[in-house]
């Protein structure tokens, strides 16, 4: 059974860098039937897909958040990283790693979640 966990720096100040890790477990980031997904939830607000990379090392962003982010891998550790740059207040919110399926075409895992504040 696959398993993710975020990990990150909880807050985070206006105009820095946020990083965030992804450790997947039970199965691995370079399988071809698989991509990973970042995803965001405001307080109060409706889930964010940020961006994804798939299991060739290509990814995609939501053009609201394109010129901020940055999402890699490391297949040798098995985990992800989300850097999202000259954050803001609003970007305080859950962050969650997920896995997407090509087999079953949705999400099939999600992370715990961690929340990231955004404040001086």
């Known amino acids: 059974q696959v398993q993710l966990q975020e990990s990150g720096p909880g807050l985070v100040k206006p105009s820095q860098t946020l990083s965030l890790t992804c450790i997947v477990s039970?199965?691995?980031?370079?399988?071809?039937?698989?991509?990973w997904s970042w995803i965001r939830q405001p307080p109060g607000k409706g889930l964010e897909w940020m961006g994804v990379?798939?299991?060739?090392?290509?990814?995609y962003y939501n053009p609201s958040v394109k010129s901020r982010t940055s999402i890699s891998r490391d297949p040798s550790k098995n985990q992800l990283v989300l850097q999202l740059s000259s954050v803001i207040p609003d970007d305080t919110a859950v962050y969650y790693c997920?896995?997407?399926?090509?087999?079953?075409?949705?999400?099939?895992?999600w992370g715990q979640g961690t929340q990231v504040t955004v404040s001086s």
């Open positions: 039970g199965g691995s980031i370079i399988s071809a039937y698989y991509a």
């Open positions: 997920a896995r997407e399926s090509s087999i079953a075409g949705r999400i099939d895992t």
């Open positions: 990379v798939g299991y060739d090392g290509i990814t």
